[in-house]
T-cell receptor
Framework: DAKTTQPPSMDCAEGRAANLPCNHSTISGNEYVYWYRQIHSQGPQYIIH???NNETNEMASLIITEDRKSSTLILPHATLRDTAVYYCIVRVGYGGATNKLIFGTGTLLAVQP | DGGITQSPKYLFRKEGQNVTLSCEQN?????MYWYRQDPGQGLRLIYYSQIVNDFQKGDIAEGYSVSREKKESFPLTVTSAQKNPTAFYLC??????????????FGSGTQLSVL
């Protein structure tokens, strides 16, 4: 199973871009990179996912390196409400019984006023 | 609104007691999951179900049991055999077990504590 490595915590000034890194050097060719976030005492919320191309949606952008060994989640204009734990996950398996996501400890992003 | 509903929000268990956590979804999703989260830790998979009347053990299934009699419902029972049940329990669902890039939708969680 591919594992991910994230810094335990990061700070970001309100209104600035937040760039959250993730290493996944053992990722295999058919594994997607997912990002979720969890605000305190709530369930995780899906943000974005990608395979090898960069992706953008209304919440964030995902930049995946060409060798796919690392990625960066970008919140373009962080607000106080973006303070949360951000999980980078490499999807395990493909369909069937291994169709599950494994969550690590994530990065606590603290947006400062 | 469509979504996943977990109840209760807070639950207390006495020594030797079984308790059941409810999880209901109206998203018409095939797959449902139960995770456990301890303070400062990531999520660990307890059980998952890909289809009605079928479920599989996750990484930490000992001391827990589930049922999947209806597509909408996936209750989790924390039995007296679970010696350290205090944790935040999260239920999730996803559209289709055969989809390669499905995403999980989570409920708001149940905090279980031992009296």
């Amino acid at each position: 199973d591919a594992k991910t490595t994230q810094p335990p915590s990061m700070d970001c000034a309100e209104g600035r871009a937040a760039n959250l890194p993730c290493n996944h050097s053992t990722i295999s060719g058919n594994e997607y990179v997912y990002w979720y976030r969890q605000i305190h005492s709530q369930g995780p919320q899906y943000i974005i996912h990608g395979l090898k191309n960069n992706e953008t949606n209304e919440m964030a952008s995902l930049i995946i390196t060409e060798d796919r060994k690392s990625s960066t989640l970008i919140l373009p204009h962080a607000t106080l409400r973006d303070t949360a734990v951000y999980y980078c996950i490499v999807r395990v398996g493909y369909g069937g019984a291994t169709n599950k996501l494994i969550f690590g400890t994530g990065t606590l992003l603290a947006v400062q006023p | 609104d469509g979504g996943i509903t977990q109840s209760p929000k807070y639950l207390f268990r006495k020594e030797g007691q079984n308790v059941t956590l409810s999880c209901e979804q109206n998203l018409n999703h095939d797959a449902m999951y139960w995770y456990r989260q301890d303070p400062g830790q990531g999520l660990r998979l307890i059980y998952y179900s890909q289809i009605v009347n079928d479920f599989q053990k996750g990484d930490i299934a000992e001391g827990y049991s589930v049922s999947r009699e209806k597509k909408e419902s996936f209750p989790l029972t924390v039995t007296s055999a679970q010696k350290n049940p205090t944790a935040f329990y999260l239920c999730a669902s996803s559209i289709d077990r055969t989809v390669s890039n499905e995403k999980l939708f989570f409920g708001s969680g149940t905090q279980l504590s031992v009296l």
